[in-house]
């Protein structure tokens, strides 16, 4: 009864801080514009089920995907032996769903089993090619400190949680076999399992009953303790991912790659502009309210979309991976563009709880996080929208940066000034009037 009184409250108080650190979540996404991605959603469906679920855009580099695909199927199996934890720990009893699943409840189990030991090896694989190999993009400038602290924390957090497993289904399979085990009248002496049966007869098997009963439950409560830890610290870790994934993609942008987003209110005047026969003093069919501002300058100004994408960034550095500007030697790095929105997004809705939802820090994003360096770097070639696993859009955050510079403070870089100056004066990029252009067929 104490047992089952204070699993109830550790469970309560966990899934009340989590529920906490979402509402948070959320509250800071939806400072973002709105935008509207509620359209084709058949389309979006399947967007979700390929991307998300199937894991279809990982599977462009087969040797980590199949790594991911370990560790992600262990994660989505074991919930269902998580169920029965749950309700074991409320309730005191012991491994409640095999007495009714019988020979189906021991498939499961090694299934999982197998699944957790296969997620175990590519835990161990992800620590070599992030500590040991090194690889490029998992070890820039962006990864030092903090995030390559979260990385490997999440994975050590991995080889316990699958050690405790282990540990408890090894320790209680040879109790069970002594007759010992909190479970009881679950058929002949042993449960089975393929995993922990051959760790019980090779690693257990020699301990007394009292060292057994007390690994079975350091295996129990650890189990339960790092799935309540690694709750809680997702929303402060990149791995957040692991629950936004699936909306990030059904809110996909579903419009072909390069096709830019217009202001209303600026294609409403420029279309005043090129009709011949408008009365500029007319008022429009349908108004146009004013912008706020044109562009981003900070967080607020950008879509909930691209906040949403911000904490879904895995800052697995697919996208800096393939960026022409960064393999060119520039500074700019789109995981870098991500991981910026969401440290200033989170510094904005800390600041507004705190202090009333108009106030103002005198910080922005552009600037204070992201360099005009950085988003005039980009050649927004699309390579690393194509490339995000999970349809991240650090090309739209680029470019709302970008139309602020240019709109509102009317700063751009120098090669760029001739060319608008020249699109001004004479309606094309090049340095001639309109009635020199065809001067080149008298020159035959």
């Known amino acids: 009864m104490i ?70 199927s262990a994660f989505i199996i074991t919930q269902i032996e998580l169920i029965e934890i749950f309700i074991d720990g409320a309730t005191g009893s012991h491994r409640i769903f095999r007495p009714s699943l019988g020979g189906f409840y021991t498939f499961m189990i090694s299934f999982i089993e197998v699944l957790s030991f296969l997620a175990l090896i590519a835990t161990v694989i992800f620590l070599l090619r ?6 490029k993009r998992l070890n820039m400038d962006e990864m030092k400190g903090w995030p390559k602290f979260d990385a490997n924390l999440i994975l050590f957090m991995e080889i316990v949680l699958v050690t405790c497993i282990f540990t408890m289904n090894g320790a209680d399979e040879v109790l069970y076999q ?11 002496g042993s449960f089975n399992f393929l995993l922990s049966t051959f760790f019980a007869e090779n690693i257990f098997s020699g301990f ?71 009365d500029p003093y007319a008022a429009p069919a349908e108004p146009v309210g004013e912008p706020q501002r044109f562009g981003a300058k900070d967080v607020a100004d950008l879509s909930w979309k691209s906040l949403l994408d911000a904490y879904t960034c895995t800052e697995c550095g697919r996208c800096t991976s393939v960026c022409p500007a960064n393999q060119t030697g520039k500074l700019l790095s789109p995981r870098k563009i991500m991981m910026d929105t969401r440290d200033r997004l989170e ?7 705190k202090n009333g939802k108009d106030f103002e820090d005198g910080k922005s994003l552009i600037n204070d996080y992201i360099t005009p360096e950085e988003i005039w770097a980009c050649t927004s070639c699309n390579a690393c929208v194509q490339e995000c696993p999970v349809n991240i859009d650090p090309l739209s955050i680029i470019m709302e940066l970008r139309r602020y ?10 090669e760029l000034a001739g060319m608008l100056t020249n699109i001004d004066n004479n309606g094309a ?8 252009r065809a001067n080149w067929k008298d020159e035959q």
């Open 429 to 436: 990029p090049w340095q001639f009037s309109q009635n020199d």
């Open 405 to 414: 510079q240019v709109m509102e403070e009317s700063k751009v870089p120098t």
């Open 178 to 188: 002594r007759g010992l085990s909190h479970a009881e009248n679950l058929g002949d």
């Open 3 to 72: 047992s089952s009184i204070v699993f109830i409250l550790i469970a309560t108080g966990a899934l009340g801080f989590f529920g906490w650190q979402v509402s948070k979540i959320r509250s800071n996404i939806f400072l973002g514009r709105e935008i509207d991605r509620t359209d084709q959603a058949g389309k979006r469906w399947k967007t979700m089920i390929l991307v998300a679920f199937g894991q279809k855009k990982m599977f462009t580099r087969p040797i980590p995907a199949l790594l991911h695909l370990c560790i992600y």
């Open 130 to 135: 992030r500590n040991v190999l090194k690889l």
């Open 208 to 278: 007394s009953t009292e060292s057994l009963i007390a690994l079975e439950r350091i295996g129990w409560w650890g189990h339960i303790a790092m799935v309540f830890g690694f709750l809680n610290y997702l929303p402060f870790s990149k791995h957040l991912h692991i629950v936004l994934a699936f909306p990030n993609t059904y809110y996909s942008n579903l419009e072909a790659k390069g096709r830019f987003t217009n202001m209303e209110s600026v294609t409403a005047e420029v279309k005043l502009m090129m009709d011949p026969n408008a």
């Open 347 to 353: 510094e904005v809705g800390d600041a507004k709880r």
